[in-house]
């Protein structure tokens, strides 16, 4: 301990006695007789001061520390994209075709005199930027690196980024610091500042990256700002029409090399209309040739009579010599959709020709085909859900979702505003009202149904909050975990003597003053604890302080209230409210000083962020439930203590996490309406998955395709109306 540290431990000590003196003889009338409580009351102050040494100690990292933890993180980040790009690569490499680009046309690029050399009207670039799939990843490097991918619906733009991101992580060599990573481009608000979005997407999609260092900057935001990350931008043509010009126009200020995916016609509009992707090259994916049709559905079907099936329609399209003929097959989509569909025992690809048997179908006519059968096919396969249940469930989520990923999370959102109060009004009304029935009697139930079926139909028309990824730590967690006990003790011991002067001389029902005012000294000290400790997670003081001061207020008035309903002395002596203070204060530490945010190697996926914050909301919810148990206990009594501590723990468990919430709307809500299995909803997620109807991205789903989304959920729309969950 060096000699400041000790300073503060010895002024820790005295302040600590000094205070307690004070405290003891202002409270008893300078009575010598109630100095019996001395050695208690001093004891319990000088052991804030002595924590209070482990809480002066904690000091911002040196500059020098800070940047070998971003470097640190870099390297983890790496080693986890190439971790999920192998993944990826296993579980869709089947279905990667040999696609084709080429380098763009002059009508799509725009005569830019800034790219490259010269402008691209009559001047290409020599560099080759054409090629295959195979090749994307040297293709880029010799480009730019400001590079815009485009194609038709279902060209296969998402394939060659994945392929770009494996194949870029594979051969990259150590001068190379930009990672690749995708960013689902449909999220951005071009008012807000395109930095500052990727490092919410990364913090949203990987563990570890929101500790904050010098300055107030998180690990996420350092690894953008340093050039660790290359952004892979992907459903351009997905954002609001308005905002299209927008977001070009603010990438074009960014200094960052990014890739940019979007469908041909929306990005060749903004060129024509003079608004494009300065210092950039653009490549475009070719059309699938016959060639190709065969390649991939020949090759990849083991049975002779499968082969036999396809070649009764390649054949006669070989025969006519009519490149046009293969239009309706002509993306990766539309030839995996076949694929899928046409594989199954007893379906006959050769229904995909015309009646001349000649030709394929007309090209939106096959389409509606594909999309339409191919949910039914895949859950015909082993499926433990009906095909008509999965695709009903699978069209509520394209519809209410809307473009774009969806999350557990979300889904507590999505349902209509109205819908929420209900669910979780009516079970916060059964919870008070038999917690105040028990205990209270009929006036006990009336206010209970009341208290929390307000409280419940507050949390239904409030927005869900976004999921904390915490798990227990006990390794190297001593220091936090002291750290939070001075925040804790000093705010309970507040509560303790505050409500000691208010309700003994105004009654009960002042007690969330208290509870307010201590509550927020401890929330302006962890604030200030969480900023010094820059490897922490903060909000902004303040916040923390007003947060803080709500959450004081509702407790402390519970409290209150339950004391006055059960007719509770208020002559109670100022020892017994230290004790309930102090109790207050120490229950609160574990579950701030105990818990971690996951490591970055700790893959963020939808059902490991469910897991860890459930674990995260059942740990505080047990410590809520012992706090105001052992305070009410101490007051009113055992029995009021279990029920209403167990009453107030639940209710704070459902309406303060995400987990909570998804308990209600997820689990209960959403199957009663036949928006979800009752059973297993979440794996039904995760089977979707698999059957390549969704895929996953970081904690969040999206479909595989915004033509399947759409076709889902206007097949939803139409059947939804005979029911009576329609929406």
């Known amino acids: 301990m060096g000699r400041s540290q000790r300073w503060y431990a010895v002024a820790g000590v005295v302040l600590s006695g000094v205070l307690g003196a004070v405290v003891n003889l202002a409270t008893s009338g300078f009575d010598t007789a109630a100095w019996k409580w001395w050695p208690t009351l001093a004891a319990m102050l000088v052991l804030v001061g002595l924590v209070a040494v482990t809480y002066f100690q904690t000091a911002p990292g040196s500059p020098a520390d800070w940047d070998n933890t971003v470097e640190t993180e870099a390297a983890r980040l790496a080693q986890e994209v190439a971790r999920r790009g192998r993944a990826q690569q296993a579980r869709y490499g089947r279905s990667l075709l040999q696609l084709r680009f080429r380098l763009a046309s002059v009508k799509v690029v725009g005569q830019l005199p800034n790219v490259r050399v010269s402008a691209y009207a009559g001047a290409f670039p020599t560099t080759r930027l054409d090629g295959r799939l195979d090749d994307i990843a040297d293709v880029y490097r010799r480009s730019t690196g400001w590079l815009v991918v485009l194609g038709g619906p279902g060209a296969g733009k998402s394939v060659l980024a994945r392929h770009l991101i494996a194949r870029l992580m594979e051969t990259r060599t150590p001068d190379e610091g930009r990672i690749p990573v995708v960013f689902p481009l449909h999220t951005w608000d071009p008012d807000v500042e395109f930095e500052q979005w990727l490092a919410q997407c990364l913090m949203r999609d990987f563990n570890g990256l ?29 954002l609001p029409e308005g905002r299209l010009r927008d977001a070009l126009r603010e990438l074009n200020h960014t200094p960052l090399p990014l890739v940019l995916l979007s469908r041909t016609q929306t990005y060749a509009e ?50 006519s010599g009519d490149a046009g003929g293969v239009s309706a097959l002509a993306s990766p989509l539309m030839v995996s959709l076949a694929r899928a569909v046409y594989e199954e025992p007893g379906e006959n690809p050769a229904d995909m020709l015309d009646s001349s048997g000649r030709r394929l179908r007309d090209a939106g006519e096959l389409k509606s085909r594909l999309l339409t059968t191919f949910v039914s096919t895949v859950y015909r396969q082993q499926s433990p859900w009906r095909p008509e249940n999965a695709e009903r469930w699978l069209g509520y989520l394209a519809r209410t979702n809307g473009p774009g990923d969806f999350a557990w999370w979300k889904l507590v959102d999505s349902v209509p505003r109205h819908h929420r109060v209900g669910a979780f009004l009516v079970p916060g009304a059964i919870l008070g009202a038999t917690a105040g029935g028990l205990r209270l009697g009929w006036t006990g139930l009336l206010l209970g149904a009341l208290i929390v079926g307000v409280l419940g139909a507050l949390i239904g028309w409030s927005q869900g909050p976004e999921p904390e990824r915490m798990d227990l730590k006990l390794s190297g967690r001593a220091k936090h975990a002291l750290a939070q006990v001075v925040p804790g003790v000093v705010g309970g011991l507040i509560v303790g003597i505050v409500g000691f002067f208010l309700v003994g001389q105004w009654g009960w029902w002042t007690l969330g003053v208290a509870g307010a005012l201590g509550n927020a000294v401890g929330g302006g000290l962890t604030g200030w604890a969480r900023h010094r400790a820059w490897n922490e997670s903060a909000k902004p003081i303040l916040k923390e302080v007003g947060l803080g001061a709500c959450g004081g207020a509702a407790g402390a008035s519970t409290v209150g209230a339950i004391g006055a309903l059960s007719h509770a002395p208020t002559g109670q002596n100022l020892p017994l409210w230290l004790l309930a203070g102090l109790i207050v204060g120490v229950a609160f530490t574990p579950g701030a000083g105990l818990l971690a945010e996951p490591e970055v190697e700790v893959a963020v996926t939808p059902t490991a962020l469910l897991r860890s914050n459930r674990r995260y909301a059942v740990l505080q919810t047990i410590m809520v439930t012992i706090t105001f148990g052992l305070a009410i206990g101490i007051f009113t009594g055992v029995a009021n203590g279990l029920v209403f501590g167990c009453a107030i723990g639940g209710a704070f468990g459902v309406g303060a996490h995400a987990w909570g919430r998804w308990l209600i709307i997820g689990r209960v809500w959403l199957p009663l309406t036949g928006r979800l299995p009752f059973r297993r909803a979440w794996r039904f997620l995760e089977d979707a998955q698999e059957r390549g109807l969704l895929r996953q991205r970081g904690a969040v789903y999206e479909f595989r395709h915004a033509l399947l989304r759409d076709a889902l959920a206007a097949r939803y729309a139409a059947g939804s109306r005979s029911r009576f969950w329609s929406d």
Do not use: M, Y
């Open 270 to 319: 903004l060129v024509k209309d003079g608004v494009a992707l300065r210092r950039s090259d653009v490549i475009v994916l070719e059309d699938l040739t016959l060639g190709d049709l065969r390649s991939v559905l020949l090759t990849d079907t083991l049975t002779e009579a499968g082969r036999a099936k396809w070649d009764a329609v390649l054949d006669p399209l070989s025969e």
């Open 210 to 238: 929101k500790r904050q260092g010098p300055g107030g900057t998180n690990v996420a935001a350092a690894l953008v700002e340093h050039g660790h990350v290359l952004p892979i931008l992907d459903g351009f043509d997905e």
